[in-house]
């Protein structure tokens, strides 16, 4: 017998051992099966399951379940990211603790350290995924820098390199000055800072007393700038357009350019052009064909090397020996003394507070600067025209489909890939330099001094290239390399190209692109057919979440507080297409009632003998409550199949809580009672058997998103003997006589006493008083429906009787319409109408206030100007909720007859 309290915790890790154990999750490339397949997106080594793991990773595995229940070679493709800078951090932190450094410890030590780290710390993100319930082909799991993935790593950078798409350039990047690395976009997260801006005033070249003045956030980089930009056809600058300018401090005539960057708008309408430090700048620079030196080196402190020469041959207007005392100075304290400096030399016009967004290092957490470094790079112009092609004629399908045109924007405007990285963690570049600069590209060191031989005539000494590859770089191969690439396997004949990604958008052109890149040029086909785009979780608010403000719901406490099973259908039941969601305690618990009201109903069904029946037919259901349920299951079925079919997954919940909830439970199961504690005979056995069917049905249905209880109660009601649900067969549709009849009768049974419910509920009757049901306008079906049900109607609606009503309605009726007939419950004796009808009118005021309140606020066009976003969808969706307020209050009032 079911325990009779449903115990997530009691079961969960107990089922996930055994299926995992009995290799269920695995795929088999040997069968004929068609397959499905799915790549996990590999989380960092360093990572901790966080909310946006849980939704994705249920989404996947609900997608692979039910794939696997159709019979399909399901193949989910575990494994994890090296995550170079995160995980150096990492290490070097413990090193700290130590008071050790990785400089001390020397390069391959330090990498030494990694592995071992990972050994001993890493992968803990795995477990927790197990935690989750994710059914993935754990044997499988692939590490980006394991043996194989790493030779294709090799291959691909030298393919590339000798097709002339990856190759060396000085371009302007993201530099963290902690790390002394560059850094993807992603590892940049921009902070709202309290600044100041600075209105300089630079002297105009053989113009003694007149000056251009420039605003800057930065004054401390003005030691490279190179020109000053003004807007296009802006008339207060027309004459100095050619002109030159004198670099305060420096002495340096810089030009005087036109430019669509300049705004007329902005600040004087002059900007200061620092090429080497801004990377709207750089752009500039190229336009104008300007010189870029660098004046900050790799800590962010000043650097003088590439000024030098200027510093000796100015005169008069110059001060080299302050520029001199800036050298070694951080950037920031070297601000202050230039503005101090320029105050002095009466160049500061005006100091103005300001506040502007400044991109940090999402792991360093210092200010990044924009730096002109030598770097390797990849044509990502040139491999993205087949991806862009896909995409336009359909090969693979963003949903939703608004994605596309974000994917179209990136793809477009694409910019060369920065693959390299100042790091010791990661792949190394597989490049050698000869003693006279020459670069030799190859898969090996021997390889690499082959070439060099036949290039020199003799062996030469020959330099690894210090730089690792952008982490992205292998994530991009992931599809294929994870079965094999660049060997020819059964796996990747098999299951590349893949079927879904479910990812989320923030990395559509970090990884999706790329991946699609990459993917279209080895492979010569895109990795997947469909890009299932969710959104992010927010709380329950619409606010992002985080440490800082507190509201960080960690997923693995969710699961301890309400099982796995709830938290995924949770957000499945959350995860509409192209939105975020946000995500409360009180729908988690909701829908932990949910697998508890299966748990109950079950153990109900158990409790009556109702038990797994193979041999029951339900073509030869007669009476129309079998019928019915039979009928519902049918349309849950296929109603599930479509929406993931169509990868919708709150409709794929939604469709099951409705038919399970309220179909089955509240209506069936409460219909059957009487039958079920009667004497044993054909209505019996009938009620019993479309029971297990349909319980049947609801377990495969719902397995994919609760996999424990579902796996659970299929044993214990005897589904499938000692086998796992897992492997069980996708439920279809099965022949049901009359089903419209069927469907008519008991669907108008369940609208009169839903009806009835409400109107009792809405002015407060108390469960326990029993009233006559007055029915006027009723058809013949109608009241002969209610008469075959009237022991249903009387135990459910709690009427004592019906009796039809042929005048006008007596006065202390409260009212409701069905179809064509008016039910009227006389509860005059019962409560205080009056009362009733004061406060639904008193309800009513509130909601109208609430209203006016919320379209004042949205009216507002300040308001408006300085909300979030989510502020704003938040005070829309309570104005709505109020409206729908008033209308019910509307409604209720009407019911009561004066």
């Not at 210092?366 to 092609?389: G, H």
Request: charged content about 25%; glycine content about 6%.
């Amino acid at each position: 017998m079911l325990d009779k309290a449903f115990d997530p915790a009691s079961m969960e890790a107990r089922l996930y051992a055994a299926s995992e154990a009995s290799g269920a999750f695995g795929a088999e490339p040997a069968s004929d099966a068609q397959p499905f397949t799915v790549v996990i997106p590999p989380p960092n080594v360093t990572g901790s399951l966080h909310i946006g793991h849980a939704l994705n990773n249920t989404l996947q595995d609900v997608l692979i379940r039910y794939r696997r229940m159709q019979g399909r070679d399901a193949l989910w493709m575990p494994g994890m990211d090296h995550a170079g800078i995160a995980t150096q951090m990492v290490v070097e932190r413990l090193l700290g603790t130590e008071g050790k450094t990785r400089k001390e410890l020397g390069r391959e030590a330090f990498v030494k350290r990694i592995w071992d780290w990972k050994a001993e710390s890493g992968g803990t993100i795995t477990r927790q995924l197990r935690r989750l319930g994710a059914s993935l082909d754990w044997p499988r799991e692939r590490f980006t820098m394991d043996a194989g993935l790493s030779k294709a790593v090799i291959e691909v950078f030298v393919r590339l390199h000798k097709e002339g798409l990856i190759y060396r350039d000085t371009r302007l990047v993201n530099w963290d000055p902690v790390f002394q690395t560059a850094i993807s976009d992603l590892e940049v997260e921009s902070r709202e800072m309290k600044g100041q801006i600075w209105t300089l005033r630079y002297p105009v070249e053989g113009e003694p007393g007149r000056f251009i003045q420039v605003a800057t956030t930065r004054p401390e980089t003005m030691l490279g700038d190179t020109a000053i930009a003004v807007s296009l056809g802006d008339a207060r600058f027309a004459d100095l357009v050619g002109k030159r300018a004198i670099l305060p401090l420096v002495g340096r005539a810089i030009p005087i350019v036109a430019d669509e960057y300049s705004d007329a708008e902005k600040g004087t309408g002059a900007v200061k052009i620092t090429p080497a430090h801004d990377f709207n700048d750089y752009a500039v620079a190229r336009r104008h064909d300007l010189s870029m030196p660098t004046v900050l080196d790799a800590e962010a402190r000043i650097w003088l090397d590439e000024i030098a020469d200027e510093l000796r041959l100015v005169e008069g207007a110059a001060n080299p020996e302050f520029v001199r005392s800036l050298a070694g100075q951080d950037r920031f304290v070297a601000r202050k003394a230039i503005v101090a400096e320029l105050e002095r030399l009466e160049l500061l016009e005006k100091v103005e507070a300001h506040s502007n967004a400044v991109p940090h290092g999402d792991r360093s957490g210092v200010v990044i600067e924009p730096r002109l470094t030598l770097q390797w790079y990849c044509d990502a112009a040139t491999l993205a025209k087949p991806a862009i092609e896909a995409v336009e004629t359909g090969k693979t399908e963003f949903v939703p489909k608004q994605w596309e045109n974000t994917f179209f924007a990136w793809m477009r405007d694409i910019q060369p890939w920065c693959i390299s990285r100042q790091l010791w963690w990661g792949h190394r570049i597989p490049a050698w330099y000869g003693p006279d600069g020459s670069i030799f590209v190859e898969r090996d060191e021997a390889a690499a001094h082959a070439a060099a031989r036949e290039q020199f005539g003799s062996d030469v000494v020959l330099t690894r290239d210090e730089d690792v590859l952008d982490t992205w770089f292998s994530s991009a191969l992931w599809p294929f390399s994870t079965l094999g690439w660049p060997d020819k396997t059964p796996e990747l004949d098999k299951y590349y190209p893949t079927n879904v990604l479910v990812t989320g958008f923030d990395i559509i052109f970090f990884w999706v692109a790329r991946m699609m890149m990459m993917g279209h040029h080895f492979m010569g086909e895109a990795p997947f057919k469909h890009v299932v785009i969710h959104g992010l979780v927010r709380d329950e608010k619409g606010a992002k979440m985080s440490k800082s403000k507190g509201n960080v719901l960690d997923p693995l406490e969710l699961i301890d507080a309400n099982g796995a099973d709830a938290v995924r259908f949770t957000l499945c039941a959350l995860a509409s297409p192209g939105r975020d969601i946000k995500l409360a305690k009180a729908r988690l618990e909701g829908y932990r009632a949910f697998a508890t009201k299966l748990w109950n109903a079950s153990r109900f069904l158990e409790m009556n003998g109702i038990a797994a029946d193979p041999a029951w037919q339900p073509e030869s259901a007669q009476g129309p409550l079998a019928r019915w349920v039979l009928d519902g299951a049918n349309t849950a079925i296929a109603e599930a199949s479509a929406a993931l079919d169509a990868f919708r997954f709150d409709e794929y919940a939604a469709v099951l809580y409705r038919f399970t909830w309220n179909s089955f439970c509240d209506w069936f199961i409460e219909f059957a009672k009487p039958v079920l504690n009667g004497p044993d005979g054909p209505e019996k056995d009938e009620v019993k058997g479309a029971a297990q069917h349909v319980i049947g049905v609801i377990l495969r249905l719902l397995h994919p998103v609760m996999p424990f209880i579902t796996d659970e109660l299929w044993t214990h009601l005897g589904y499938g003997g000692e086998a796992s649900l897992i492997r069980a067969v996708w439920p279809t549709p099965v022949a049901v006589r009359d089903a419209a009849e069927a469907r008519a009768e008991l669907d108008g049974v369940v609208r009169l006493i839903s009806e009835v419910r409400a109107v009792r509920a809405e002015v407060n009757v108390p469960p326990s008083i029993t009233t006559k049901l007055l029915v006027q306008g009723a058809s013949p079906e109608m009241l002969a429906r209610a008469g075959r049900w009237i022991d249903a109607i009387r135990r459910l609606a709690r009427v004592t009787e019906i009796e039809t009503l042929e005048g006008a309605a007596p006065k202390g009726v409260v009212q409701a319409v069905l179809g064509e007939a008016t039910l009227m419950l006389p509860l005059a004796d019962v409560i205080d109408l009056a009362a009733e009808r004061a406060r639904l009118g008193k309800d009513r005021v509130k909601a109208e206030i609430e209203v006016k309140k919320i379209n004042a606020k949205l009216g507002n066009e300040e308001f408006i100007a300085k909300a979030k976003p989510e502020v704003i969808e938040e005070n829309r969706e309570r104005l709505a909720d109020a409206q729908a307020e008033i209308a019910r209050l509307d409604a209720a009032m009407a019911r009561i007859a004066s």
